[in-house]
């Protein structure tokens, strides 16, 4: 089996805990629209773009609207998150995260960002993640979202490892399908109820370390 060149991180619920954020400013939105948005329906949302994510709320609320009327929505509620995640620091690093970033690249391995986040720069400069990444590839520099693969391939391309060589870390169902279709291998970050296609699911990367990834 090829041995692992490079590892590549969602951002959302693997590295930082901005998930919880996202969560209170859709269930803004729902509440103004009229109808409950529940945690529950928030698991639909995880490692999903913001226009999905958008459509997703509007059919759990049976509301139809026009693109127009979507787009304001869509920003309305960006504004929202970006006022929440604008104030965070190095304390919304999740735990175990830091300490894997860094025994990556101690052990020469390639580390890449692959979120859907248009909001990425931000959070990685507000909690210092940034020097850790060799690659960054967010939600500015992509056309398709989850579980299209176009993230973690491009991530791959920027750092100059082939995709069989590289492991995906992240927490939602569609992120692991992405890896999937890339080519790579993948670790998923939660329970094993709803990341079965991982190769290896992990409660968080507390639980990971380099010598972990011959597992794979």
Same mark, same amino acid.
């Given at each position: 089996?090829?041995?692992?060149?490079?590892?590549? /991180? !969602?951002?959302?619920?693997?590295?930082?805990?901005?998930?919880?954020?996202?969560?209170?400013a859709w269930k803004r939105l729902a509440e103004e629209l009229g109808f409950v948005f529940t945690e529950q329906d928030?698991?639909?949302?995880?490692?999903?773009?913001?226009?999905?994510?958008?459509?997703?709320?509007?059919?759990?609320?049976?509301?139809?609207?026009?693109?127009?009327?979507?787009?304001?929505?869509?920003?309305?509620?960006?504004?929202?998150?970006?006022?929440?995640?604008?104030?965070? !620091?190095?304390? +919304?690093?999740?735990?175990?995260?830091?300490?894997?970033?860094?025994?990556?690249?101690?052990?020469?391995?390639?580390?890449?960002?692959g979120s859907a986040s248009k909001n990425a720069m931000l959070i990685l400069n507000n909690t210092g993640l940034t020097?850790?990444?060799?690659?960054?590839?967010?939600?500015?520099?992509?056309?398709?979202?989850?579980? !299209?693969?176009?993230?973690?391939?491009?991530?791959?391309?920027?750092?100059?490892?082939?995709?069989?060589?590289?492991?995906? /870390?992240?927490?939602?169902?569609?992120?692991?399908?992405?890896?999937?279709?890339?080519?790579?291998?993948?670790?998923?970050?939660?329970?094993? !109820?709803?990341?079965?296609?991982?190769?290896?699911?992990?409660?968080?990367?507390?639980?990971?370390?380099?010598?972990?990834?011959? +597992?794979?």
């Amino acid at each position: 089996m090829a041995s692992i060149q490079a590892c590549l /991180f !969602d951002l959302d619920g693997v590295l930082v805990d901005t998930a919880k954020y996202h969560y209170l400013a859709w269930k803004r939105l729902a509440e103004e629209l009229g109808f409950v948005f529940t945690e529950q329906d928030n698991e639909r949302l995880k490692g999903v773009s913001r226009t999905a994510s958008l459509e997703i709320l509007l059919e759990i609320g049976g509301i139809k609207l026009d693109d127009a009327a979507k787009q304001e929505l869509a920003e309305r509620k960006n504004n929202w998150y970006v006022e929440s995640i604008t104030s965070m !620091d190095e304390t +919304e690093i999740l735990p175990g995260a830091l300490e894997f970033l860094k025994e990556c690249r101690s052990n020469g391995l390639k580390v890449a960002l692959g979120s859907a986040s248009k909001n990425a720069m931000l959070i990685l400069n507000n909690t210092g993640l940034t020097p850790y990444f060799d690659a960054i590839i967010d939600g500015t520099k992509t056309a398709a979202a989850k579980p !299209d693969p176009e993230v973690f391939v491009l991530g791959a391309k920027e750092v100059g490892v082939p995709t069989e060589n590289c492991v995906v /870390f992240e927490d939602a169902e569609a992120g692991i399908e992405a890896a999937v279709r890339a080519g790579m291998r993948s670790v998923g970050i939660g329970s094993p !109820d709803t990341l079965s296609r991982a190769n290896l699911v992990v409660p968080s990367l507390q639980q990971m370390s380099v010598s972990r990834l011959a +597992e794979l």
